[in-house]
């Protein structure tokens, strides 16, 4: 059987005003039967893709995402078990597995079809190619704060409503009476005209067989019991008893472990190797040299160059190892670049204007340059930061001559497994891959290098192998944040009205909207240079937005202070358009008590930034004393459209802020002779909690789209920041981080920073 008719079916239909349609549909009425031997033991039914009930009525929700700290295990199943009529206390959450019954044809759907309404009998055609894509794309993606907004809202939503249904009409049919009589309520159907209960349990081996609607009737959000309300997280008591497995706790038996060095200079590989005193130490099991490989996805191409690696009976064995190889690596033609010439590189691209692409052209902006009574202008450019998750990357291998597991937690499941198979030159369906929770991701972990370089370590050694990246490697080998520089000019007429706004940066990445603005500005022209470097890049939290935010929510307080505006009620002016951008910044000037003077060395800053479809307003009050910098409060509010989990979002809108601050105040990985300069926490440190911020989160339930929540807390901090030491020192900050920049000094000599 092909993989197409596993898990699709051929349907026909008519669509409004006639015409066949013969398509594709997801979820076949036997898919569940299939799908049940590999999710449960014996005693379960898998009655939809999502939902698992026992003999017990204990309900599953099986969740396509990874857990990395984010909540959203807990925010699904929340979404499925509320259109489901569950018992929250009963409800159970488990990953699932990487199958291609779990690619993310939600996200497909979400992104290429955003504003679509498909006529009902076409929807499963849709989802069906969605589905199908996604399975060929080996897309099991967690990032960019789209798990809630897109398989929330298009997969479990659906799953629960329509098994829902499903176990109505079983009922109904078991009982004799008319389906509309049935109700449900906590993990029950019930028929209260013959007063009859019985749990889903009952019903549940005849719900597996049915064919599931594929347009079910969702409940009114004003019934709504378990989503928006406060329930407690899943995953935290098993955080907090010590029993949560991640990745790093795997314990394979004869297990090796392994500790791994690659060029300082990337793209370098092996000339010479002395491993003499290496191999002299105890507890020393091989030496390999890991060749380069690469595979692409979604995220583009990932390069693995070669690394050398040594396998030994203890982590702590195989690091101190490393250490002490003699490798010589070949050059690579950027030995003698360095941070100064990247950003000279960058300059030299924005004033050239070479192939510029346009993002948005709107108004006649070389005519209103032209006439302005004023004409601002400032370049602002930010560092490569590096991920610096909790848990270092690490990952578990035993690779046999026909088959290969692999333990890891990643962001990809299918995506890794697809990798993984690709470097031992296996069929996916020969390798299975456990993923495990995450001490962070970030999008670092939906790069698969260090999953395929222990599967090689695996098979070169035939044994199981541990790999773990020490932080120096884990900090001189990331795909980091891109260094980007953007320029600006803004011009104002002779009534100090904004006219138009000109902005060019260094290379795009995703979002694609990341450098537009809400304001109402006429003329608008906003475009990028492509300016390359040999710095490897990837996702980074928030990706584009924690640029940009910085940028255009700094410069349009420059355009706010350039006419002697105060930098809320600016805003304020140029967002009577956009009504729903208006109330997240009013509500974060009123919460912030914006008009409320503060002391001398006392500032206050605030920014509005639209990021994965929610709004978040930030405002920051620092203190500056003898050129020491306080940062003291943060009042920061969001707009998700409908906030699934009030408490989680909270939480993220906590976490997004401390990253970003973090990333402000130190962030910076530098490049010295081709190699990042970076190796730890000593040289690259992050904010403790004796320097975090009072935060306070506010949540605005709009009754939009539902946006994100795990990303667009970040992109705000630091322009909100960099405004605040402004309104304290008259201080203009342009570059990050902070900490490069002696306030004292820079205020006596300068008057701005960059």
Known sequence: MSKLSRRAFIATGLVAGGGLVVGIAMRPANQAKALAAKLGPDGEDLVHTYIKIDSNNVVTAVIPHSEMGQGVHTALGQMLAEELDADWERVQVEEAPAIGEYASYSAGRRYLFANVEFPNLVIPTVDGMMMNVADLLNLQITGGSMSVRTTGILAMRIAGAATREMLQQAAAESWGVPFEQVTTAD???????????????????????????QTPRFKDPADYKIVGKFVPRRDIPAKVDGSAKFAVDVRVPDMAYASVVRSPVPGGSVVEL??????????????????????????????????VAVVADSFWTANEAVKMLQVTWSETGFESVDSDGIYAQFERAIVGGTERQSDRVTGEVSAEFASAARVIDADYHVPFLAHTCMEPLNATADVKSDRAEIWVGCQNPLGFRRDVAAILAMDPEQVT?????????????????????????????????????????????????????????AAFDSSDRLVAWENTYTNKNEP????????????????????????????????????HGFFTESFIDEAAVAVRRDPYEFRAELLQENPRHLAVLRRAAEEAEWSRPLGAGRGRGISLQ????????????????????????????????????????????????????????YGEITVENGAVVQSNFHDYPSVRMRE??????????????????????????????????????????????????DLNYQAKEEGSVG
């Not at 370590?457 to 520089?485: K, M, N």
């Open 610 to 665: 639209e990021s994965f479809g929610s709004l978040v307003a930030q405002v920051v009050e620092v203190t500056v004393t003898d050129g020491q910098l306080s940062v003291d409060r943060v009042v920061a509010v969001i707009d998700p459209g409908l906030a699934v989990a009030p408490d989680g979002i909270a939480a993220q809108l906590e976490s997004g802020i401390i990253y970003g601050l973090t990333a402000a105040l």
């Open 433 to 489: 891959l456990h993923n495990h929770i995450m001490g962070g991701g970030f999008g670092r972990k939906a790069r698969p290098d260090y999953a395929m370089q222990v599967a090689l370590l695996s098979r070169s050694v035939g044994r199981p192998v541990q790999l773990i990246w020490s932080r120096e490697e884990d900090v001189r080998q990331d795909f980091y944040r891109p260094a980007v520089q953007s320029r600006f000019r």
């Open 692 to 741: 975090a911020p009072r935060i306070e989160t506010h949540v605005i339930n709009s009754g939009h789209n539902i946006g994100g929540a795990g990303e667009p807390g970040t992109p705000g901090i630091a322009p909100a920041l960099a405004n605040a030491v402004f309104d304290a020192t008259g201080l203009r900050i342009r570059q990050l981080p902070l900490s490069n920049f």
């Open 274 to 307: 002395d491993d003499g005193a290496a191999r002299k130490m105890p507890g020393v099991i091989d030496i390999v040299v890991i060749p380069q490989s690469s595979v692409g996805g979604m995220l583009g191409e990932t390069i693995s160059t070669e690394a």
């Open 187 to 213: 993990s029950h159907v019930i028929h209260a005209a013959s007063n009859r209960r019985e749990p889903y349990a009952a019903f549940a081996e005849t719900v597996a067989a049915m064919p599931p609607s």
């Open 512 to 547: 694609v909207e990341a450098p537009l603005i809400p304001y109402r500005v006429a003329a608008q022209d906003i475009g990028y240079v492509s300016s390359p470097v040999h710095i490897p890049f990837g996702a980074w939290r928030s990706v584009d937005h924690s640029q």
